[in-house]
Structures are given as C-alpha cells and as structure tokens.
C-alpha cells in the first residue's frame, strides 16, 4: 500500500481493531440473519509527510448508502459549532448575496441553514439519505459524491464558490486527488476552503481508539495538511483547535499566497512535534494504551454484569460501535441502547446486534448501570440525565474506564 497524500510505500503499522462493519450500518430486524460486510481497520502511520491512515479505504458507495443514518441536526453540540462558524465565516471574510458558499458532505443542512438567513447563496453535496432532509427544508443540495466531475456541473449552474467547507467529511474522501481538483477549480481566486476534522492529538492524548472506523480513511494532525494543500498549490493560512467531536482542528486553506499565514500554522506546529506526532514511538505507545483499555473496559462491564446488574448503553453514535466491536461488548452484557435520534430508534446495531430504543426507556427501566457511548458529551449529558431522573451509575469509558 502507498501512503494517501505523498505516495511512500513504507508504512508503520502500530494499530489493528480488527475486522469491523460500518459503523453506522444499523439493521432492521429482517437483516440480522444476513451476513454483515466487514473491513479490516488497520491502522499506519507515515513517516515521511507523518499521516495517520487506515491501510485499506472501503467503496464509499458501500458506507453512504441508505443504512447511514447519522444527521448532523441531532447534535445539539453540532448545531451550535456550525451557528458560530457560519457567523465567523460571514463576518471576516464579508459574505453577502453575491456570494456562493458550498458544504461538502453537507448532510442535512444545518451548517448551510445559518449562511440562509443572512442571504447567502448555498449549495450542498451530499451523497447519502441525509441529503432528502436538506431539500425538504428548501436547502439547494447535489445528491452526489464531490469530485472534479461534479465541480464541472456546480460550476455551470452556480459559478465559482467563496468559501468551501468540509466539516468531518474531509478524512472521509477516497478520492483525494479528484477532490482536492475539485475544490481548486471550484474556489474563487481569494475564496477560502475550510475543513475540520477529528484531531489526531486529542485521539493520542485522550486514547480515542473509538473514533477510528471505516468512513475516516486519515486521522490529521496539522503538518500532512500543510503537505497535502501544498502539492496542489495551495496554502494552510490559519487553524485553530475546536471542542467537538472530543477535540478538532479547523483549517483554513486559499490559493497560494493570497492570504497571509497566521503563526497559530507555526504553533500548532510546535505543539505538535512536542506531542511526538511525528514519532512512531508515540502510536507504538498509544497502542499498548488502547489494548490496556479494552482489557478494563471487558473485566468491568463482565464483573458488574456478572453480579446480577442491569446495564444499558446511551446513545448509539459511530464511535460507540467501534468500540463495542472491539471490545467485543454485545447484547449479553448490554440489554439496549438508548437513542434520542429517530433514524436509529427500532434498529440494531452494527456487529454487536444490540436494539436501539427511545431514551425515555432508559429513565422507566432504571437499570443500575449506564455506558455512556458518547463518552465525549459526558459534561453535557449526565447533568441532563440526573435532571430528568436517571437514578443508577454511569460508565465512562475514555480515557479510563470510570464509574459517574
């Protein structure tokens, strides 16, 4: 295998989860019998331009296709990142109706429903069912795959874009090299494409193993950006470090030299070579952490569940079925898990075959123990749950398995 930005044939592997469905294939009751695709997730690091990547990229028209059902509308913390972007993003670089701002994986809309209201011009691109929920929220939305050939048929129904955004869709893209074209000749002269992405230094740090799965072929640290955009005459001018998804980076990139190049480029950078993200030792290390984890997480959940304990999961995110998955967690040791959002109410999880049910289930059952699979959204949520009546204990299980 060759590395997916600069080519190099001499990859480290430090990391194998195993072969995993994808994680958000839920099934209906009638799929359960059927054998499950799976993809081995293996996971190299470069060590020339230092990319983090799986070893093998799935058909993405296997993955975005009518069982995916995340929407970004049902995370509240989401919704509120994309409000402040939109506003950022409208005020220093002073978008009006003239303007044409393009969402890439644009999902259900709701990052191109705040440009709306200010009378921004918008299209998305999107390829999965989610789009069917933008366009019935009057969202102009191509129901396709971004690439230099969709560019061609954007370009001649609504010209060039000044500004282009990629909100966790940019580690997704198989076809790096068609997509990257398509934004350049997609991008007015001092247009601005944005991208966030999961960060790979809060995934070391905090020992995120969960958020490595089928659909995010790279896990980005700053300097492979800087590589990537340069090899198509572009340049990285700014980036900044957000909250969601358990820690992102934001990075602002434009053609190259139209932009002055921010020192938070350098920083980053810096923080980075201290954090040995350029080291192979360092994900060496980080795997040995992640087997620790695993072996935690099993001994607890199987002590509890052994001592006659009713336990459940909360939520049903991506994340949580990679690690349920590998840790090898299923409905023998979970009765269910707990959703707020409808699109996964009724169905059963990927692999482990677990029911997903209405959270409100959750506070009538009152089991003694919770796992809390959106480990990430923890200050957020079990404040809301003790509120609402959740008697019984709940799990965290990143970065340590601990007991609420």
């Known amino acids: ?16 989860l195993g072969n995993l469905p994808p994680s958000d294939g839920f099934l209906n009751e009638n799929e359960l019998n059927k054998t499950e695709v799976t993809c081995p997730i293996n996971i190299f690091f470069c060590d020339n331009c230092k990319l ?6 799935v058909n993405p028209k296997l993955l975005f296709t009518d069982s995916f059902v995340y929407t970004t509308g049902s995370s509240g913390e989401l919704v ?12 220093e670089f002073s978008l009006s109706s003239k303007d044409l701002v393009v969402d890439i994986g644009s999902n259900d809309g709701t990052l191109l429903e705040n440009f709306m209201k200010s009378d921004i011009k918008v299209l998305g691109v999107d390829p999965s069912k989610a789009a069917k929920l933008a366009l019935k929220k009057n969202i102009p939305t191509l129901f396709e795959f971004f690439n230099e050939e969709t560019t061609q048929k954007i370009l001649k129904e609504n010209g060039k874009a000044k500004i282009i955004t990629a909100t966790n869709v940019f580690a997704h ?7 990257m074209q398509g934004i350049k000749l997609l991008l007015e002269d001092k247009g601005v494409f944005v991208e966030e992405s999961h960060y790979l230094k809060n995934m070391v740090s ?48 434009c053609i190259k030299g139209n932009f002055p190049v921010s020192e938070n480029v350098s920083r980053i950078i810096e923080e980075e070579e201290k954090a040995g993200l350029y080291s192979k030792k360092t994900f060496d290390d980080f795997s040995k952490r992640v087997s620790e984890n695993r072996e935690k997480l099993r001994n607890l959940l199987f002590k509890l569940k052994k001592e006659g304990n009713h336990i459940v999961g909360l939520g049903a995110p991506a994340k949580g079925n990679t690690l ?10 979970l009765d269910y898990l707990a959703e707020k959002q409808n699109l996964k109410i009724g169905k059963f999880s990927p692999g482990m075959h677990i029911k997903v049910v209405e959270e409100s289930q959750v506070f009538s059952d009152q089991p003694e123990y919770a796992l809390l699979l959106a480990w990430n959204l923890k200050n957020i949520i079990i404040p809301k749950l003790k509120e609402k009546g959740f008697k019984g204990k709940i799990i965290v299980p990143i970065p340590e398995p601990a007991i609420f």
Not at 52 to 57: I, S
């Open 80 to 91: 509120k990142n994309f409000s402040v972007l939109a506003e950022k993003l409208t005020e």
């Open 206 to 253: 905090e020992i995120e193993y969960d958020s490595i799965y089928a659909e995010h072929l790279r896990y980005y640290s700053l300097k492979p950006l800087i590589y990537l955009f340069e090899k198509f005459g572009m340049t990285v001018f700014d980036a900044e470090k957000i909250s969601t998804h358990g820690g992102s980076l934001r990075v602002y990139a």
């Open 52 to 57: 983090v990547q799986l070893g093998h990229a």
């Open 1 to 16: 295998m060759k590395c997916q930005i600069c080519s190099n044939e001499k990859l480290h592997k430090f990391l194998s």
């Open 173 to 179: 893209v198989k076809e790096l090299d068609s997509f």
């Open 324 to 333: 349920l998955n590998f840790c090898g967690i299923g409905n023998d040791t």
